[in-house]
């Protein structure tokens, strides 16, 4: 992969958030495994994308890799000089307590970095001789693995847990967070491939499928209702279907097709803990053939001059 997540997504270092997200969510669908799958190659960058994009959008990550103190994959980057330091001659010296302050402040041991790299602590001056090795990475972790998970939009909406079959065979339940999306990526830590410095992770992409009759407009729902000549023009109370089940609504007297009704709080869920709405448009349906209706309106005819708001 390459080493500059900001050329990964194709945006400067002084890209916004925004910008950051705008740019991922183009390269995802471009790239997507599902469109691609006669091409490896655009699994890889896929891949690829979505590693930079974990990291370019978390702020402090972010930050730390600018300031150089890690790579694209968040592994640490500090180099380690020898001889002339603090730690007496030598450098640190056998000094198997050492503290450095790094890494965005914070307290790293050197000792358990050194012995995590070379497989023991080290003691005696100069790190058992190893001079001037410079610049010191930790062992690789496995690769990431993608999963594709299919969501109805009911159980979007209101954040319903989903059970996801892993490579390995393990099933786990995955919580959907509030406000969640098409194509949004969640990410599994340890879930992925085994690797020297660690197990991967498991990067799994939300696709909500399409309703027969919801549909989401941002937070809110939106429903095609039919109703009758009579209710529209008397009023009803009529039951209504919503992603949590029917519920009953009032149609006012006198009700025109495409006249839209709200339903609070029957959307989808919001991050803040609230909810957007259900908007209902209602639609008279009239019968294809009524005998009776025709009689009853025989010599009837509405005067208003309806379409001239239109100019005709």
């Not at 294809?288 to 025989?298: G, I, K, P, T, V």
Request: aromatic fraction near 6%.
């Amino acid at each position: 992969m390459a080493a500059d997540p900001y050329s990964v997504l194709g945006v400067s270092r002084s890209a916004s958030d925004k910008d950051i997200k705008s740019a991922y969510r183009t390269l995802a669908k471009e790239l997507h495994p599902d469109r691609n799958k006669d091409n490896p190659d655009a699994a890889q960058r896929f891949s690829d994308a979505t590693r930079a994009y974990d990291l370019l959008s978390d702020k402090d990550k972010r930050a730390r890799f600018d300031r150089g103190e890690i790579d694209i994959d968040g592994n640490p980057t500090m180099g380690y000089g020898f001889g002339g330091g603090n730690g007496g001659p030598g450098g640190f010296g056998g000094q198997r307590g050492f503290r450095a302050e790094g890494f965005g402040g914070e307290n790293v041991d050197i000792g358990d970095i050194f012995e995590g790299l070379f497989g023991g602590r080290t003691g005696g001056a100069g790190f058992g001789g190893r001079a001037g090795s410079g610049r010191a990475r930790a062992a690789p972790k496995g690769a990431n693995v993608q999963y594709r998970l299919r969501v109805s939009l009911p159980d979007a909406a209101v954040g319903a847990d989903q059970r996801i079959t892993l490579a390995d065979g393990k099933t786990i339940d995955l919580k959907l967070p509030a406000g969640v999306e098409d194509g949004m990526q969640m990410r599994l830590s340890g879930k992925g491939e085994a690797g020297p410095g660690g197990n991967g992770d498991a990067i799994v992409t939300i696709q909500i499928d399409p309703h027969s009759h919801f549909r989401r407009d941002g937070d809110d729902i939106r429903l095609e209702l039919p109703v009758t000549l009579d209710e529209a023009l008397n009023g009803a109370k009529v039951k209504v279907p919503t992603v949590e089940g029917a519920v009953v609504m009032t149609v006012p007297e006198g009700s025109s097709s495409g006249r839209t009704l709200r339903l609070k709080g029957r959307g989808f869920k919001r991050k803040d803990g609230s909810r957007g709405d259900q908007l209902v448009t209602l639609g008279i349906e009239l019968p294809e053939s009524d005998a009776d209706l025709a009689r009853r309106l025989e010599g009837w005819r509405d005067t208003r001059q309806v379409r001239a708001r239109l100019g005709v």
